[in-house]
C-alpha cells in the first residue's frame, strides 16, 4: 500500500483479555518495526523483523507479548492476559532495505491507541 | 547506553515568530545518526531529517534548519517565522550503527504551540 496501515485504530480492552493488532507495511518494504508509545513519551523499540525473521525483540517488555510476520509481509503484536500498564499507543514502521543500520528512514503507521480498562 | 534529552516539554510562540526546538543526545558510538519527527495533532510520526555524526554542515529546508555541533552533542531544529499548521510534537532521535537494524532511541518530545 501508498503508506503502513496499522489495524486497529483504538482498541479498548478488559484487563486479562488478549489482544492482536496488525501492521500492513508498504509493499517491498524489507524491514518492520514495532514501538511503542506512552502517553507523553517518545516512541520506545519494541522488536523488528527483516523479511520473516525476527532479529531482534530486546524491546519486549515480558513474555506476554509476542510478534510475528509468517509471510515477510503483514505483521502482528500479539499482547497476553493484558495488564493496565500496557496501555500505549503501539506504532509500526517499515524501511525498505534490510538492517543497514542508521541508513533508512523509517515510515510510521498512525499507531493502534490500546486502553486496557 | 544511548539517551537522547528534549528538555524543553512545551513552547508557545505567537505565528511569525522563530523558535529553536534543542536536543541534547549521548553515545559512546562515534558512528551514528540523528532525526528529527514531527508528530501533528492527528497522531502519526512524520520524518522530518536525517543527519549522520560525520556530516556537520548545517541544513536548511525551507522554513526549517538543523544546527548539528558534535562538539556539544546537540543537534538543534529552528522553524522561521512559525505558523499555527507547525503547532506539533516534535521528537529528536538518535540511531547508533552497531548492533544492526533501526532501533531509534526517541527523546521525550517538545509540544510547540503556535498561536495567531
Known amino acids: 500500500g501508498a503508506g503502513v496501515s496499522q489495524s486497529p485504530r483504538y482498541k479498548v480492552t478488559k484487563r486479562g483479555q488478549d489482544v492482536a493488532l496488525r501492521c500492513d507495511p508498504i509493499?517491498?518494504?524489507?524491514?518492520l518495526y514495532w514501538y511503542r508509545q506512552a502517553l507523553g513519551q517518545g516512541p520506545e523499540f519494541l522488536t523488528y523483523?527483516?523479511?520473516?525473521?525476527?532479529?531482534?525483540k530486546s524491546g519486549l517488555p515480558n513474555d506476554r507479548f509476542s510478534a510475528e510476520r509468517p509471510e515477510g509481509s503483514i505483521s502482528t503484536l500479539t499482547i497476553q492476559r493484558t495488564e493496565q500498564r500496557d496501555s500505549a499507543m503501539y506504532r509500526c514502521?517499515?524501511?525498505?532495505?534490510?538492517?543497514?543500520?542508521?541508513?533508512?528512514?523509517?515510515?510510521f503507521g498512525a499507531g493502534s491507541r490500546l486502553t486496557v480498562l | 547506553a544511548q539517551k537522547v534529552t528534549q528538555a524543553q516539554t512545551e513552547i508557545s510562540v505567537v505565528e511569525k515568530e522563530d523558535v529553536t526546538l534543542d536536543c541534547v543526545y549521548e553515545?559512546?558510538?562515534?558512528?551514528?545518526?540523528l532525526f528529527w519527527y514531527k508528530q501533528p495533532p492527528s497522531g502519526e510520526l512524520v520524518f522530518l531529517i536525517r543527519?549522520?555524526?560525520?556530516?556537520?554542515q548545517n541544513e536548511i529546508s525551507g522554513r526549517y534548519s538543523w544546527n548539528f555541533q558534535k562538539s556539544t552533542s546537540s543537534f538543534n531544529f529552528t522553524i522561521t517565522a512559525s505558523q499555527v499548521v507547525d503547532s506539533a510534537v516534535y521528537f529528536c532521535?538518535?540511531?547508533?550503527?552497531?548492533?544492526?537494524?533501526?532501533?531509534?532511541?526517541f527523546g521525550t518530545g517538545t509540544q510547540l504551540k503556535v498561536e495567531l
Open positions: 514502521a517499515s524501511s525498505p532495505r534490510q538492517g543497514i543500520s542508521g541508513a533508512n528512514v523509517l515510515t
Open positions: 509493499s517491498g518494504h524489507v524491514s
Open positions: 523483523f527483516n523479511y520473516e525473521a525476527q532479529q531482534d
Open positions: 553515545t559512546r558510538d562515534t558512528t551514528y545518526y
Open positions: 543527519r549522520n555524526s560525520f556530516d556537520e
Open positions: 532521535a538518535l540511531n547508533i550503527l552497531t548492533g544492526g537494524g533501526n532501533k531509534l532511541t
